[in-house]
């Protein structure tokens, strides 16, 4: 519960059926996307009581397609939750204070993904071509490499045509897209599992085209770190979580295993899991949680650069902070 | 009865599987020989059919697909099991009971004000009816996101969209009814002196029950589809709408299918449900059957 | 200062029931005087929401991520026409109403050729309530599967969406003129296409209408909700989901400002035919419809 407007109308009896407890050891999570093996350093730390250890209760909640983290974080659903770098500094410059408190991920999994008889072969061969792109802040990284390249994004001849894909390569073996975007540990796969073979697709990951931007990092409430109680919950929760991730890299297959114990849905199957996990931990691997200062200079100057339709209009400050990582790793 | 009812049916369904079987050959052909061309293969008209019929990931499953996938997530699978359909199914039809009750109860409680009160009537109803111009659809996860702000996380939020969706054709239908006795069995109940709670009691709530019944077909219905609705952002937990949403994101046609299935099928059990209960009660009331 | 507000808010709409109250009873000797109470009631209704929901925002300074303003919202409906046009189009011109015409019409026609034979209406009635009750949102994904991304498919989720609730209720409007009725044109040697064009349509009209006017919304909600899952960037519900995940919320609050717009002036409009057609309805004669 955070502001006044909470506090207000709880006051008033309207929080109803299992409102918030208030215990300070309480942390909800809130993911970015559906409980999978991209997030298996938390529910591995879950598991295996690594927060339990720390004194913490941690719900994780998944997230989903119409899901903006951010929102249930000023909404006070959550206080602490994944997101990708240039949506939660766009959301910041929105007014919305979000810090990156820890940085499980080194490297983006982001890249387009192609059929080669779609005669792209480079970045060359874009214009004229339709893309699959996602949205709802996960745009950003897809637009500032546009914007380098200096093609337009509204069609014609000399720009690309976007398609707002939907959560599924459809559009690529329907051909309704020359490309589309995936992930190196999720969408690519399916694109495999669909019956095309590797050597029949083109890739051009963010990182070799050095537009990467940071993903999947930890973000809180600025006013939220004022408190120290709050600091420290997140101290342990860093740490306890960093532990997870390092004992999904080291076990992958049990991780995957753990993850699909707490799938909801029942949809998710246990060969697409662990090859997820086999791939998120070289994403993972580089990080021991803590944000590497030079990175998160290259992801602004990524969203920055984005010529006359930038992701952020200037330079954000205190969008990060390294307190809580250097605490959580000095012992 | 065999020949006016299950006859006709009977032949539609199958006509509708024919067409069917047809255009499963039809939209799932181009991958196959796109597969076959890849692959740098002849195939062979008859291969191409039965390649359709059984591919994983088909732009649209074969009914034998879809039927074996609903037996097994039925049938063969455990109720409490996480994969089970009866489960998902079970998740969505509470928060459509939910939804569905207060919905139905602000409806009629709305139309016996407006129907009594004429500030209420020239004030609301163009807005009652805007109000379903909003495409809540659209802002359902904000919705929801916003009811946790102030505390109000579980059940209820889901089953609220639900409440939004359905109050709608009851009140509607309810200030038709209430309206629905003539002026002779109104001057009737004036010359007994009655006061306006005895006429709502005696006379405009039991003339009103066909209209009620009608509107609660559509309201129910209409439940269901509010609570799918809210389960596609709620992080797609459980319920037949994660069921969609996963099947959608895995690109599982065969599951997208069998989850609507059941919503029809769930939905169709709710409607004659309410058609019973209409039978016995206006019976009761003396209605000709 | 903040709480002042919420007092003037409350205070705006003590003072508009109140003055609604007074409003209703009136009778203007003017017409003109008549017809402007007719219309400031609701819009005095719809402004004190609006101004306690302006005062709820600032008094308890929720965060505009959560619910902005209504002053914001408005300022960004202003600043951003010429984008929210381009959506209107998309969306509204092009799926909404080709697929409305194109689900209305073929539900119409196909009640009127299988009004001849009780077999086919015996065997398709029930598949009709069926469909109905399928969630919409279901269908979609499937559309943009087999009619790509632009507006051709979410004009196929209006057609599925409109298709059934006319066939129903068309064929619910042909039975609704009595048999005496029939039997008089029976003894005036009528043909089956005279009888149907001269009593059975007129008859069926108010049916017709409540079809179509049921559509009118179900088809806009549809389109948005269809633009869910796949679409170019442009479009109602393209808008409505981008601008959430992009934290503008204000954008999106104009976005379902003018779809609410539309919607209620779509089903005036078919509201506004049906008081021609059926001038002589004693539902329309009332002064009611």
Known sequence: MKSTFLAALAAGG???????????????????????????????ALEKGFYEEE????????????????????GGGADVIVDWMPSALATREKGVPLVNIAQPYKSSGMMLTCLKENNVMSPEDFPGKTLGVWFYGNEYPFLSWMAHLGIPTDGGEDGVTVLKQGFNVDPLLQKQAACISTMTYNEYWQVIDAGISEDQLNTFKYEDEGVATLEDGLYVLEDDLKDPKFKDDMVKFVRASMKGWKWAEENPDEAAEIVLDYDDTGAQTEKHQKRMMSEVAKLTAGSNGALDPADYQRTVEVLLGGGSDPVITKEPEGAYTLEITDAALSN | MLRERVLPVATVVFAILAIWCVFVVVMNRQFVEDQARRAGQEITFGEIV????????????????????????????????KRSLVYHAWITLSSTLLGFAIGSGFGIILAIAIVHNRTMERSMMPWIIASQTIPIIAIAPMLIVVLNAIGITGLLPKALIST???????????????????????????????????ILWKLRLPSAMPYLFTSL??????????????????????????????GSYYGQTVQIWSALFMAAILASVLVAIVGLAQTAVLKRMGARP | MNDGFVWFAIAFWLGGWAFNEWLVRQKFSNPALNRLAWFAVPVIF???IIIIWEGVVIAF??????????????????????????????TFLKAVLIGYAIGCGSGFLVAILIDRSPFLKNGLLPFGNFVSALPIVGIAPIMVMWFGFDWPSKAAV????????????????????????????????????QTLIKLRLPAAWPFIFNALKINSTLALIGAIVAEFFGTPTVGMGFRISTEVGRANIDMVWAEIAVAALAGSAFYGVVALIQRVVTFWHPSVRSGRS
């Open chain 3, 61 to 90: 300074n929720i965060p505009p991520i959560l619910l902005p303003a209504p002053s914001d919202v408005w300022v960004r409906l202003i600043n951003s026409l010429p984008i929210l046009w381009a959506d209107f189009r998309q």
């Open chain 3, 158 to 193: 209006v057609v599925v969406a409109t298709f059934f609730p006319m066939l129903v209720n068309t064929i619910q409007g042909l039975s609704a003129s009595s048999s005496m009725e029939r039997d008089l044109m029976r003894t005036y040697a009528a043909t089956w296409s």
């Open chain 2, 50 to 81: 039965s390649q359709a019929y059984t591919l994983e990931r088909p732009v649209l499953p074969s009914p034998h697909q879809v039927a074996a996938e609903l037996w097994s997530t039925t049938v063969k699978k455990k109720i409490t099991s």
């Open chain 2, 164 to 198: 939004y969706l359905s109050f709608f054709p009851v009140a509607v239908g309810m200030v038709s009814g209430l309206r629905s006795p003539d002026q002779l069995q109104l001057d009737l109940m004036r010359t007994y002196n009655a006061n306006d709670r005895q």
């Open chain 1, 55 to 74: 004194g913490l209760d941690v719900t994780i909640k998944p997230g989903g397609p119409d899901i903006a983290p951010a929102q249930v974080l000023a």
């Open chain 1, 14 to 44: 309207l929080a109803l059926g299992a409102g918030q407890a208030f215990s300070a050891d309480e942390i909800t999570l809130q993911l970015k996307w559906v409980t999978q093996a991209q997030f298996a350093g938390y529910y591995v």
């Open chain 2, 217 to 246: 077909k559509i309201a129910i219905a209409i439940s269901l589809v509010g609570a799918i609705i809210a389960e596609l952002p709620t992080g797609a937990v459980a319920g037949l709408g994660a069921r969609l949403l996963s």
């Open chain 3, 46 to 48: 719809g402004a004190a």
